[in-house]
């Protein structure tokens, strides 16, 4: 170790001062050791959420249980001096490395290495930082030796998460933000009977499903169709030998009077586009023996579309509610599905390729096998089998080629 070292004094009160050292011959750091939360005591409060038989009380608390779903792995501050550690994902992630970084230091460093957090799991942490002098290992492979902190603000250090895994590689490419929680306001008195409680089964599939979806509108095949759907419409009349069928582009909401559209400018299908993905509140529910609905926070659909459907790329009837509740209405093709489809009809075809060329993060039913859960659902239901039509318009389009690597 040498000409590498620094250290970063806290003066009570009065900030950090940094500065390094050229002499420190035979320095050998001491880091902090690797996490195995199979094994922690008590006070790490270590739960696995979303347990088939846990009160759905919990799940509905929305304070504690929410994700935004381009951030399955959540770490936040907890007090001044602890962190709250919750992995929103249906499979386990091995070998998870958490940078910090505090605002007047610009390099990130680990603080905390876990061998593996199993899926769904939540912990609580003690910031190292605030217990006494420590060394840590720098992103360049370097170290830091901070002094003791007394405690954070949520602005006073920002946590970022690696890991080698594929499935995590493939989760941060995912744009939309989108904040995803349970409400039950829709079953308890809002419209009596039309919506139905959900449960930690339904809730997994849920989140499952959600992370897929978003995957899926975040994928440069949806994005490149998207934005030139009038070539989508035109490629997909030249292979049924047909004209263009209704709409020749996107459109918004007005009214289609005698075929005339109130057609999108590309600057507004972008707009469209960002609208899909921002980071608006969606609040996922379960309807019984009416329609679906969307709108708002809400997007709605039935037990059978949660157990079973998605798995197989049944997507329709979802990203109908979902294009409600990301403003649009009927008389938009962003939501309808009539005169030759629109938004309902591209995904649908989209998502079932993308499971065909197993580009979704998660693909095999098998992970959470709730169709065997019958202890928790209404109906009965088999093991979800996928199949992709020969005609799929992107099978016809692509090949099999368009992964997104
Ligand atoms: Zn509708």
Redesign the pocket.
């Known amino acids: 170790m040498k000409k590498n070292s620094c250290y970063i004094l806290l003066a009570l009160c009065a900030g950090v001062f940094y500065g390094c050292t050229n002499e420190e011959p035979l320095y050998k750091p001491k880091y902090l050791p690797v996490i195995d939360v199979s094994v922690l005591p008590k006070e790490n409060r270590a739960i696995t959420m979303f347990e088939d038989d846990e009160d759905p009380s919990k799940m509905y608390d929305k304070k504690d249980r929410w994700f935004r779903v381009n951030e399955p792995l959540q770490i936040f501050l907890k007090g001044k001096d602890s962190v709250q550690v919750s992995l929103y994902l249906p499979v386990a992630l091995s070998n998870v490395k958490i940078y910090a970084k505090l605002p007047n230091y610009e390099k990130r460093f680990l603080i905390y290495h876990f061998s593996k957090i199993p899926a769904f799991h939540r912990s609580f942490h003690k910031i190292p930082l605030t217990e006494k002098k420590h060394d840590y290992l720098l992103e360049t492979g370097n170290t830091v030796t901070i002094d003791q902190i007394q405690g954070f603000m949520s602005e006073s250090i920002e946590f970022s998460v690696e890991c080698e895994e594929p499935i995590l590689k493939k989760l941060k490419k995912i744009k939309s933000k989108r904040l995803v929680q349970f409400d039950d306001r829709f079953h308890k008195g809002l419209t009596t009977n039309k919506f139905l409680p959900m449960n930690p089964v339904l809730a997994k599939e849920g989140i499952t499903m959600i992370i897929n979806y978003s995957y899926a509108l975040s994928h440069p095949l949806y994005y490149d169709t998207f934005m030139n759907f009038d070539r989508y419409k035109r490629e997909q009349a030249a292979a049924a030998g047909t004209a263009v069928n209704g709409a020749l582009n996107w459109h918004g909401d007005d009214d289609d009077i005698g075929g005339v559209y109130d057609y999108l400018s590309q600057e507004q299908i972008e707009k469209a586009y960002n609208n899909y993905i921002d980071n608006r509140i969606l609040s996922m529910a379960m309807v019984g023996g009416a329609?679906?609905?969307?709108g708002g926070d809400l997007v709605s659909q039935y037990e059978v579309n949660y157990v079973t459907k998605h798995w197989e790329g049944e997507m329709s009837m979802w990203s109908?509610?979902y294009?409600?509740h990301s403003g649009y209405?009927?008389s938009s093709n962003l939501?309808?599905s009539g005169e030759g489809g629109g938004q309902q009809g591209m995904l649908t075809e989209l998502y079932k390729y993308l499971i065909y060329l197993d580009d979704l993060p998660f693909t095999n039913p098998d992970i959470l096998k709730s169709w065997t859960k019958s202890t928790y659902l209404r109906s009965t239901y088999k093991k979800p089998v996928f199949k992709i039509n020969a005609n799929n318009s992107f099978l016809l389009k692509y090949k099999g080629a368009g992964k997104w690597n």
């Open positions: 329609s679906a609905l969307g109908h509610e294009s409600h209405s009927h939501t309808n």
